[in-house]
């Protein structure tokens, strides 16, 4: 039976104290005992998802860690297959690597790198890293990148495969899954848009002559908890995301084209909770689980019906209560 996904939600637990009881430790602990098959950590402005995932690694024993995502912009491939390689050797097979463009405002913003062609920098990152974990030696003209005179890493994976997936919101990326990754990284995909999702992906498998089942199509979707606070801050997660324009070939999909688009100004006008207020119940189980039990558990048993792995992305969470409040959701999550 197909299961959901565990996603750490990086940014809302609190600093980590040297020599204390690690949260990230704990949860991929947790997560493997309640049966979870995976466990992702994202990367925005807190914490270093390789390093994470490392940890994560060392603190387990069968449950696969990947990074959901880390930005090509903020990496070279040749940076992330070094990354890669260390982490296979705590890890094995068990590291998923999920690449991505990554959020606009971090990249332009927290990086002060300019954001552009995404999809050919995704492209050409996926090709080098892959060479270069297989050992070889890489002279490579891209438009993004230029490796010269043969280079190659001291030491290769060998005989191990590293899946790499993709994070995609638009047609043109999903193709390009389709075409190049293992999988493919959706985020607050409506059900509503699941067909043409997997209808993209798969234009991309007939360019590179293979089948739409050789590539995992994943969606990060948004669950809360039952209380006032997890409520509203699942509400302005949901804002904050669809903020972006971005997401507005997901959105194309559902009736909240004007909500959004209304949504958006307050948002931006730095009216944050007018604009989560926009956010109703029917949007939060349109473009994620939720914060009740029942649709939480129905939501879950849709998505992978629907032939879709979701990730359960606990956002709507309470202050000084973190930790707790992961583990309800993928208590919840892993129970449908």
Same mark, same amino acid.
């Given at each position: 039976?197909?299961?959901?996904?565990? +996603?750490?939600?990086?940014?809302?637990?609190?600093?980590?104290?040297?020599?204390?009881?690690?949260?990230?430790?704990?949860?991929?602990?947790?997560?493997?005992?309640?049966?979870?098959?995976?466990?992702?950590?994202?990367?925005?402005?807190?914490?270093?998802?390789?390093?994470?995932?490392?940890?994560?690694?060392?603190?387990?024993?069968?449950?696969?860690?990947?990074?959901?995502? #880390? @930005?090509?912009?903020?990496?070279?491939? /040749?940076?992330?297959?070094?990354?890669?390689?260390?982490?296979?050797? $705590?890890?094995?097979?068990?590291?998923?690597?999920?690449?991505?463009?990554?959020?606009?405002?971090?990249?332009?913003?927290? *990086?002060?790198?300019?954001?552009?062609?995404?999809?050919?920098?995704? @492209?050409?990152?996926?090709?080098?890293?892959?060479?270069?974990?297989?050992?070889?030696? $890489?002279? +490579?003209?891209?438009? $993004?990148?230029? #490796?010269?005179?043969?280079?190659?890493?001291?030491?290769?994976?060998?005989?191990?495969?590293?899946?790499?997936?993709?994070?995609?919101?638009?047609?043109?990326?999903?193709?390009?899954?389709?075409?190049?990754?293992?999988?493919?990284?959706?985020? *607050?995909?409506?059900?509503?848009?699941?067909?043409?999702?997997?209808?993209?992906?798969?234009?991309?498998?007939?360019?590179?002559?293979?089948?739409?089942?050789?590539?995992?199509?994943? /969606?990060?979707?948004?669950?809360?908890?039952? *209380?006032?606070?997890?409520?509203?801050?699942?509400?302005?997660?949901?804002? &904050?995301?669809?903020?972006?324009?971005?997401?507005? &070939?997901?959105? @194309?999909? /559902?009736? +909240?084209?004007?909500?959004?688009?209304?949504?958006?100004?307050? &948002? &931006?006008?730095?009216?944050?909770?007018?604009?989560?207020?926009?956010?109703?119940?029917?949007?939060?189980?349109?473009?994620?689980?939720?914060?009740?039990?029942?649709?939480?558990?129905?939501?879950?048993?849709?998505?992978?019906?629907?032939?879709?792995?979701?990730?359960?992305?606990?956002?709507?969470?309470?202050?000084?209560?973190?930790?707790?409040?992961?583990?309800?959701?993928?208590?919840?999550?892993? @129970?449908?």
């Amino acid at each position: 039976m197909p299961k959901p996904d565990f +996603y750490i939600m990086t940014p809302r637990l609190p600093r980590q104290r040297p020599g204390s009881r690690n949260d990230f430790l704990e949860l991929s602990r947790f997560a493997e005992e309640l049966g979870y098959d995976r466990a992702w950590v994202m990367e925005t402005n807190d914490r270093d998802a390789f390093s994470l995932a490392t940890q994560m690694a060392l603190g387990t024993r069968r449950i696969k860690v990947g990074t959901n995502i #880390v @930005s090509v912009f903020t990496r070279t491939p /040749t940076l992330i297959a070094m990354s890669t390689l260390t982490i296979s050797e $705590v890890a094995g097979d068990r590291f998923i690597l999920g690449i991505g463009p990554g959020g606009t405002e971090i990249v332009r913003d927290g *990086h002060g790198i300019g954001f552009e062609k995404p999809l050919q920098r995704v @492209s050409e990152s996926i090709d080098l890293i892959r060479r270069l974990l297989r050992g070889e030696r $890489v002279t +490579y003209n891209g438009y $993004v990148f230029r #490796v010269r005179n043969d280079f190659r890493l001291r030491f290769s994976l060998d005989d191990m495969k590293v899946s790499i997936y993709i994070s995609a919101l638009n047609p043109r990326m999903l193709q390009l899954a389709g075409k190049k990754a293992d999988g493919v990284i959706l985020s *607050h995909m409506p059900l509503e848009a699941a067909e043409d999702a997997k209808m993209e992906v798969e234009k991309g498998c007939i360019k590179a002559g293979r089948s739409l089942s050789e590539v995992e199509i994943c /969606t990060n979707l948004p669950v809360g908890v039952n *209380h006032n606070e997890g409520i509203l801050n699942l509400r302005k997660a949901v804002a &904050w995301h669809l903020a972006a324009r971005t997401y507005d &070939w997901l959105i @194309s999909h /559902t009736p +909240y084209i004007k909500v959004v688009k209304e949504m958006r100004k307050l &948002w &931006w006008s730095r009216r944050r909770e007018e604009a989560a207020a926009h956010v109703t119940d029917d949007m939060l189980l349109t473009f994620g689980l939720g914060y009740k039990e029942s649709d939480v558990k129905s939501r879950i048993k849709k998505y992978i019906a629907a032939g879709i792995t979701p990730v359960v992305d606990a956002h709507g969470i309470r202050k000084r209560h973190e930790k707790e409040d992961i583990m309800t959701a993928a208590k919840v999550a892993i @129970s449908t």
